[in-house]
Nanobody
Framework: VQLQASGGGLVQAGGSLRLSCAASGFTFRTYTMGWFRQAPGKEREFVAY????????YYTDSVKGRFTVSRDNAKNTVYLQMNSLKPEDTAAYYC????????????????WGQGTQVTVSS
């Protein structure tokens, strides 16, 4: 099983980034895919998920209206479009896969990728 996150970088406040996470080694279309983030000195926190159930997504309050999670089952890839970025969005972003139809907590995820760093300058 592999989850390969990419797309991070340095961006000014108000800018946008799109993260990608390419999956392999499991049946991607049957897994809920989540994004988490971890800022220096802080615990890893939930950002968003997209279920294997069509049109089922969920976001933490701090990113609602700014971030959009999507998936392409043909490409085994999940995306996180991040707009109107703020300095407080600075963190390492991780993708993860869960067998549950909705998953909000780290312990509900079976597989994890490595992080991709997002840095938002003010």
């Amino acid at each position: 099983v592999q989850l390969q996150a990419s797309g991070g970088g340095l961006v000014q406040a108000g800018g946008s980034l799109r993260l990608s996470c390419a999956a392999s080694g499991f049946t991607f279309r049957t897994y809920t895919m989540g994004w988490f983030r971890q800022a220096p000195g802080k615990e890893r926190e939930f950002v968003a998920y997209i279920s294997y159930i069509p049109s089922n997504t969920y976001y933490t309050d701090s990113v609602k209206g700014r971030f959009t999670v999507s998936r392409d089952n043909a490409k085994n890839t999940v995306y996180l479009q991040m707009n109107s970025l703020k300095p407080e969005d600075t963190a390492a972003y991780y993708c993860a896969a869960s067998t549950l139809d909705r998953a909000y907590y780290m312990g509900q995820y079976n597989y994890w990728g490595q992080g991709t760093q997002v840095t938002v300058s003010s």
